[in-house]
């Protein structure tokens, strides 16, 4: 079983940051795929970043690519999603995602998530 628990998120100016962090409780699982989701109001789920946690690869959405950086702490059991030169566009409910391997973006094959966090960004 693996939980995960968003903390992070709130509200920005366009050209700001934030930083979201997932807690991730893996016990008993080895390597496996950590991924950040967003939904906005009226749109479907959407991918924008992935880590394998084996050894550290990332995939970012085109969307967020040189905006958005994904990074683990492997000490704390931690995924990270450092997002900067935010746009109103971002505005969405983030959350994270894990599966056992980075070979998809569908939503309906991640098996975990999180509750979501807020992230609001304003122009």
């Known amino acids: 079983q693996v939980q995960l628990v968003e903390s992070g998120g709130g509200s920005a100016q366009a050209g700001g940051s934030l930083r979201l962090s997932c807690a991730a409780s893996t016990s008993g699982h080895g390597s496996i795929c950590m991924a950040w989701f967003r939904q906005a109001p009226g749109k479907e789920r959407e991918g924008v970043a992935r880590i394998w946690t084996g050894s550290g690869a990332t995939t970012y959405a085109d969307s967020v690519k040189g905006r958005f950086t994904i990074s683990q702490d492997n000490a704390k059991n931690t995924v990270s999603l450092q997002m900067d030169s935010l746009k109103p566009e971002d505005t969405a409910k983030y959350y994270c995602?894990?599966?056992?391997?980075?070979?998809?973006?569908?939503?309906?094959?991640?098996?975990?998530w999180g509750q979501g966090t807020q992230v609001t960004v304003s122009s």
């Open positions: 995602a894990a599966r056992p391997w980075c070979n998809t973006w569908t939503p309906t094959l991640f098996n975990y």
